[in-house]
């Protein structure tokens, strides 16, 4: 089978080697230059519609040989995307969290589930859960994929390992809701909660530095939603932002990048991220604050990534889709710290033909701007 890219425009295949430190200059510096392209990740069944091939999703891989299929395509789906790095997930250990399970409605994926966090429960209710349970020992296994990947990565490209967010994990494990009353009721074993969970991700990222070839971290931790932060900026700010600068500190003092992908509404807290240090931060959506406008307030302090609104990219054609890439590069695209990108990640209810086109549209402005495509 003919992959997408190739079949749908000439630019958009293999045309690039990678160069981490394209991603790197454009995210840390505002050197002008051409765009680089990268997202937080892309899911197997887009990735599968790019190359013209069925990739399992790691849920589904059930032996060693399997999953390194997985990671092998990941690299080959990066590479001919045009991305200088390749991302994968540190698997903690945290155990219990609720899910809610629903059929695929995507006209694009053609089977499987859907799932999300249920709210309203989480393994940890009270001192006694929070004494009996199942703390993850080692960090051993978190870098599995990492270790793997480093084998893998063509020459030039390297590892952006999404080491889990502090945020996240401590309000998943009581269930959002409960957390949130237990901020008030509970502040004592919320703190404990946040103290163990950040002890257990500072260990596997201390070991996740030190893995060839990772050349940095996607800290994933959604703070917002569409209109505020999911807690109020002032305990993001006490409990949470802490732990971010020594992560940021900690990728600093070993030579990596590291950026934040948090989606939501953060413009409170935003200045106080800019504060951490943190060289880049990603997903945008445009009911929130186009990508346009939170360059022209935080671009001169933070690269951004990012910012193709993905319920454009699900639903508009993709002149509609090329047009608004190119509005974005117009605006962050000249001096440097951006990094063109979806609003959150490579979707499976992204068409393909359209994540293509803002791939192609990018590369096109390059050459209009810089005289090469990167």
């Known amino acids: 089978m003919t992959n997408a890219s190739s079949s749908l425009s000439p630019l958009s ?51 060693m040989a399997d999953g390194m299929k997985v990671l092998e395509k990941t690299v080959t789906f990066c590479t001919e995307a045009g991305w200088d790095f390749v991302t994968t997930q540190a698997i903690l250990g945290f155990s219990g969290t609720a899910f809610n399970i629903t059929e695929n409605t995507s006209p694009e994926v053609k089977d499987g589930k859907r799932g999300w966090l249920d709210d309203n429960t989480g393994p940890i209710g009270s001192w006694d859960d929070f004494e009996n349970y199942p703390w993850p020992a080692s960090p051993e296994t978190i870098h599995m994929p990492s270790k793997a990947l480093s084998t893998m990565v063509p020459e030039g490209m390297k590892i952006m390992t ?8 401590s309000s998943w494990l009581m269930g959002l809701i409960p957390f949130s ?117 935080w671009g001169d302090r933070i690269g951004l990534i990012g910012g193709v609104d993905v319920d454009l990219m699900t639903s508009a054609t993709q002149e509609t889709v090329r047009k608004r890439t190119r509005e974005i590069l117009d605006v962050c695209g000249p001096n440097g710290h951006y990094v063109l990108g979806t609003g959150n990640s490579v979707t499976n209810y992204i068409p393909i033909k359209n994540y293509v086109a803002m791939l192609d549209e990018g590369r096109k402005w390059n050459m209009d701007h810089f005289g090469r495509s990167y």
């Open 181 to 297: 009353y237990a901020l008030v009721d509970q502040p004592d074993l919320v703190d404990a909660i946040i103290e163990k969970v950040s002890t257990i991700i500072t260990r596997g990222v201390e070991e996740l530095l030190d893995i060839p070839n990772v050349g940095g971290l996607f800290v994933g931790d959604d703070m917002g939603f569409n209109t505020a932060t999911l807690i109020s900026p002032a305990l993001l700010r006490e409990k949470f932002l802490p732990h971010l600068k020594h992560l940021v500190d900690l990728a600093h003092s070993s030579g990596k990048v590291i950026v934040l992908h948090s989606c939501g509404n953060l413009e409170a807290i935003m200045a106080d991220i800019c504060d951490t240090g943190i060289d880049g931060k990603h997903s945008f959506q445009d009911i929130i604050m186009p990508v346009e406008d939170a360059y022209r307030k």
């Open 162 to 169: 999404l080491p889990g967010g502090l945020f996240e994990w």
């Open 13 to 63: 295949a293999g045309d690039k080697k990678p160069d981490f430190e394209r991603f790197v200059r454009a995210v840390t510096t505002r050197e002008p230059g051409p765009v680089p392209a990268g997202d937080l990740f892309a899911d197997p069944e887009t990735m599968g519609a790019f190359l013209g091939e069925d990739i399992k999703r790691f849920t589904t891989v059930r032996n």
